[in-house]
């Protein structure tokens, strides 16, 4: 997971001082992208999706922080319990902050190679995640803020 999130928060740290492009993107994910996201939710992706390993953590971490910074205190809690978005300190959470609404995801995606509006396609197998594994109450907000 921590390089998953040092890949994602890369991403979010190009965005935010626009200047890079899939090589930045290639290097930032390199190839110790291991994720402790779980590993059904990812080959679900993948396999459903079409999208690659990488691809499947980054736009998940994407959205779970999108969440994480516009859910309730409660709500955010329980969703980080079930999929977590990351560590709690200094530079992570002021990466992760930045992602507070759907176009900064939507350039993830597409920073990750990935048309953005992939995001359509992404959310209901998270969604679905969340919703059986203990996330029924957040499905609402969850879906509200994903579009869906």
Known sequence: MKHV????LSLVFALSANAFDMGDVDKALGSNSESTLPSGLL?????????????????TSALLAMAANNLSGDQASALGDILPVGNSGGLTSQLISQVTNMDSVKSIFDSLGMDPAMVNQFAPVVLDYVGNNGGKELLGSLSSLWGQ
């Not at 999130?5 to 994602?8: E, G, L, Q, S």
């Not at 992706?45 to 953590?57: D, F, I, K, R, Y």
Request: overall charge negative; hydrophobic content about 45%.
């Open 43 to 59: 080959n679900n992706l993948t396999e459903s999706l079409g999208v690659s390993s990488e691809q499947a953590a980054g736009g």
């Open 5 to 8: 999130i040092i890949a994602f």
